[in-house]
């Protein structure tokens, strides 16, 4: 059945104007001007001259690689060219969203090409002065990070249910220590991966920030004999995970609290937070800081689990905007305003960005399975957006745009810690 949430929920704010142009609003026989071939070569050069061709509307092509292109742009326009240029972060995505933009050939290839081309643009003066004025994430207060989480989170279970894991949709990084592994064994293998880092043992205390489906805490309790309250924002993955533990026998080990975690109350032996730090935002950290200070117990441990980067940067523009409001995701520098004022130590980080490529690579194959039924439910400028947003992820940690790490820490004080690292490492 399609649903009738409007369009504006899965693609943010495009204007109507977009969303009603015709693909080839320009006509294929209007011949391309030399301005235009111009154009389309330093926007090419701007991008570092990656192996990429440009093809016009009226079927020129345009390059500046020496190298054969990995796949074609078509600009179905003339006045796709002139926004793609004013904008490209934000209007790629808007034009390939609504079919003024074609890709020919391996599109996560393309992204990668230009991911890794546009690499010497970081500190830009220009580039930083765009961002600053078009790329304002929204804010993550209470009430905004509500609506934050509504317009991504709540877009239906049925639809995340078509290209998560079937066990327990986990819309996190899966783990994978071998390679070959389907996506629902990787899952697990995350699960077991993180518990091993925090040592649960049976009756220790867990508290989880941001819960998504609750498939993290069922496991927990599950497979090793705790309690977990785990909080979360988003009403349609709380139902669902509450109906969950009780079809499973957890409800009395296992409770999911609609809330924001900065309400997080009661005293725990375990802290845990997988995938929700980068919905926080760097002017929370300190009220996350403070929110896990006085929930831990002494000897407890923590656990944070996030999209990152090696240096401060913002979302991509049009991520951001139409996918991701309010994302961020921290460099490390920025995550230790959770941990330094509060003297927490840091015992353990890992970088698992090839391990989201991965898993990204999986969640986009059983998506295109999907698509057919995906444009029933929403409609094809929905189905290509999601589309640009999962091959771009794959792009991003492979070129290292992005990284994922999981970090470890105690207090500072505490002397309660094991002496090598044979806990990460279950015996064949």
């Known amino acids: 059945m399609k649903r009738t949430r409007p369009l504006s ?3 943010g704010n495009v204007s109507q104007a977009d969303l009603e142009a015709a693909p ?10 030399g301005l235009d071939r111009s154009l389309c ?5 701007a991008a570092g001259s990656p192996p990429v061709a440009l093809r016009l509307w009226n079927g020129e092509v345009v390059s500046t690689a020496d190298a054969a292109p990995v796949a074609t742009v078509v600009l179905r326009d003339r006045g796709a060219l002139y926004r793609l240029i004013r904008n490209p972060d934000l209007h790629f995505g ?4 609504v079919g003024r933009i074609d890709v020919e050939g391996d599109f996560v290839a393309l992204l990668e090409a230009i991911y890794r081309g546009m690499g010497h643009l970081h500190g830009n003066a220009l580039v930083r002065l765009r961002e600053r004025l078009t790329n304002r994430p929204r804010v993550n207060t209470l009430a905004g990070s509500r609506e934050n989480i509504h317009h991504h989170y709540d877009l239906g279970n049925e639809f995340y249910r078509l290209w998560l894991d079937t066990a327990a949709m986990q819309y996190t990084c899966a783990y994978y220590p071998d390679p070959a592994m389907s996506l629902e064994q990787a899952q697990v293998a995350k699960l077991d991966h993180v518990a091993r880092k925090l040592r649960l043992k049976p009756g220790d205390r867990v508290v989880e920030a941001g819960c998504g489906w609750g498939g993290l805490a069922r496991h927990f309790a599950r497979s090793y004999g705790v309690t977990v309250r785990a909080y979360n924002i988003s009403s349609e993955q709380v139902a669902f995970a509450r109906e969950r ?3 499973e026998g957890l409800a009395d080990r296992v409770e999911y609290v609609l809330d924001d975690y900065r309400n997080i109350e009661g005293s725990y032996d375990v802290f845990v937070s997988v995938g929700m ?4 935002g760097p002017t929370n950290y300190g009220t996350l800081g403070d929110v896990i ?5 002494p000897h407890g441990r923590g656990f944070i689990h996030s999209i990152g980067r090696n240096r401060p940067g913002k979302m991509n523009a049009w991520i951001e905007k139409r996918i991701f409001p309010g994302a961020y995701p921290p460099s490390l520098g920025e995550m230790m305003a959770i941990f330094e004022p509060r003297r927490f130590s840091v015992l ?4 698992l960005r090839l391990h989201y490529a991965q898993t990204l690579r999986h969640w986009l194959e059983r998506f295109e399975r999907n698509a057919g039924t995906i444009e029933d439910m929403f409609d094809p400028f929905f189905v290509r957006a999601w589309r640009l947003y999962l091959a771009g992820s794959i792009a991003a940690f492979t070129t290292g745009s992005l990284q994922l790490f999981q970090v470890v820490f105690a207090r500072g004080a505490d002397n309660e810690l094991p002496w090598s690292r044979a806990h990460l490492h279950p015996q064949a």
């Open 94 to 97: 808007d034009l390939y969203s």
């Open 41 to 45: 070569r330093a926007l090419l050069r």
């Open 9 to 11: 929920l899965g693609l």
């Open 348 to 351: 353990d980080v890992e970088n």
């Open 293 to 297: 200070d006085r929930c831990l117990a």
């Open 277 to 280: 730090l980068e919905h926080v």
């Open 245 to 247: 533990a009780r079809d």
């Open 24 to 33: 080839d609003r320009t006509p294929r026989a209007a011949r391309a001007s």
